[in-house]
Structure formats: structure tokens, C-alpha cells
């Protein structure tokens, strides 16, 4: 399985950025997948999840009403939508098939990952 994270990059504050996260060799159909962000010298940070139905969760207050995560299971990818970008969003961004309780299930299977950074 790979996941291949794309779409970040160097925006002002206010602005606007859609993440992209394809996995290959696997059918995401059925599953839960999710964003995490890691700053610099910060740990990974759970973001948002959505399920097979769907359904969405965002894990942190500030993204609330700014993100939106969605899904596209004919090109086996899920998107982040981020709108209203603040400077503390500067992060690399990362995508995960998700447990129940929103852990990452490939541990080992990270992509590179996609850097978001916002201007002040």
C-alpha cells in the first residue's frame, strides 16, 4: 500500500489550499482515512476522518468551519479542503487508512507527506 499525499504549498493568510491523498494497492471503498499535520518540532497531530458512508470528524476546534474533508472512491482518494488559512496551520500534511477511533492504521506506511505553509 502507498499513499501519496499532494497539493500543499506557500499561501498567505486568509487564502486557501486542497490537499489530495491517493492510495495504491489497496481500495480505500469500505474504509475510514484521515489528515494528520506535524509542525516543526511538534508530534503528528490527528486532523479530520471520514468514514465509508461519509461521515466526517474534525479533531481540533481551530479547524472547525475551515476544513472540509471528502472523499472520492472512483480515483481511490480523499481530499482536505482548507479554507481561511492561519499561520499556525503551517505544517506537513499526512493521510492514514484510520481505525475506529481514528489511529492510523498503516504505522509503517506514511507518504512523504505535503507542506502547507501560511504566510503572516
Known amino acids: 500500500v502507498q499513499l501519496v499525499e499532494s497539493g500543499g504549498g506557500l499561501v498567505q493568510t486568509g487564502g486557501s489550499l486542497r490537499l489530495s491523498c491517493t492510495a495504491s494497492g489497496r481500495a480505500i471503498t469500505v474504509d475510514r482515512l484521515g489528515w494528520f499535520r506535524q509542525a516543526p518540532g511538534k508530534e503528528r497531530t490527528f486532523v479530520a476522518s471520514i468514514d465509508w458512508m461519509g461521515t466526517s470528524e474534525y479533531n481540533i476546534d481551530s479547524v472547525k468551519g475551515r476544513f472540509t474533508i471528502s472523499r472520492d472512491n472512483a480515483k481511490n482518494t480523499i481530499y482536505l479542503q482548507m479554507n481561511s488559512l492561519k499561520p499556525e496551520d503551517t505544517a506537513v500534511y499526512y493521510c492514514?487508512?484510520?481505525?475506529?477511533?481514528?489511529?492510523?492504521?498503516?504505522?509503517?506506511?506514511w507518504g512523504q507527506g505535503t507542506q502547507v505553509t501560511v504566510s503572516s
Open positions: 492514514n487508512f484510520l481505525d475506529i477511533s481514528n489511529n492510523p492504521v498503516l504505522e509503517d506506511t
